[in-house]
């Protein structure tokens, strides 16, 4: 028989502030492979509902928005991080907002807003591989994947990476609240009916608090490529 071998996939889940951003990005163009941050999806969805002026507990509502929300993806001219178009307008930078995560959270607990993403997510797997990072990349949206990780940090670390982050980029924000508000997101990610974020049984994990960058790329590398 003549079967054609899937596109491989690496999946990273884990909590916000893990470094899993910077992580997968590193990992995708280190390996070639394409990029999926889903949790842009959620943010763009939370974005859209919030600019349509919807109450973001209408499931209903909110799930319409996410089907008729049209979300691109775009390299940024000058070699930047790549752009996030919303319905035709650069949403970038809002999307990065904590009350975007905030938005994303709630919008992300509803079932239907899930499944309205499902297609686009798996469009990503394209040849020769991607790098998914998310929540439910390697237990709901890709659970073939050959390659899983969940890579965690204390919320105390995490906290303190997340500040440093939104005061480089000159937002005002203190150190005490963001802990707060990342333990808080955790804590309704975690406990969620619908795709709560948890570790796939067979995901190597990896905390990566104490750890530089370099090194939790190395080792999530090492995952992919085992020496
Ligand atoms: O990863 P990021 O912080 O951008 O995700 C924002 C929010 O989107 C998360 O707090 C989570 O509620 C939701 N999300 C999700 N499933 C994913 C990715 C993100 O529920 N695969």
């Not at 150190?175 to 190597?204: G, T």
Request: hydrophobic fraction near 45%; charged fraction near 25%.
């Amino acid at each position: 028989m003549n079967h054609i071998a899937p596109v491989p996939v690496l999946t990273i889940d884990g909590p916000s502030g893990s470094g899993k951003g910077t992580v997968s990005r590193r990992v995708a163009e280190h390996l070639g492979w394409r990029l999926l941050d889903s949790g842009a999806l959620y943010r763009a969805v939370g974005y859209a509902a919030g600019a349509a002026g919807l109450d973001l507990t209408d499931a209903e509502a909110v799930t319409r928005c996410a089907q008729s929300t049209k979300i691109r993806f775009q390299a940024s001219a000058d070699g930047g991080d790549t752009r996030i178009l919303v319905n035709g307008h650069d949403a970038t930078d809002e999307l990065r907002t904590e009350t975007a995560g905030a938005a994303a959270s709630a919008i992300a607990s509803i079932a239907a807003v899930r499944q309205a993403l499902v297609d686009l997510q798996l469009g990503f797997r394209k040849s020769p591989g991607l790098v998914a990072d998310g929540r439910d990349m390697g237990t709901v949206i890709f659970p073939d994947a050959p390659f899983k990780v969940f890579l965690t940090a204390s919320a105390a670390e995490r906290a303190k990476r997340r500040y440093k982050q939104l005061k480089e980029k000159g937002l005002n924000v203190t150190l005490a609240s963001l802990q707060r508000e990342i333990e808080a997101r955790d804590h309704r990610d975690a406990s969620r009916a619908v795709a709560p974020l948890k570790p796939a049984p067979e995901a190597v994990l990896v905390d990566s608090t104490g750890m530089r960058i370099d090194q939790v790329v190395a080792r999530v590398l090492a995952v992919v490529q085992p020496q």
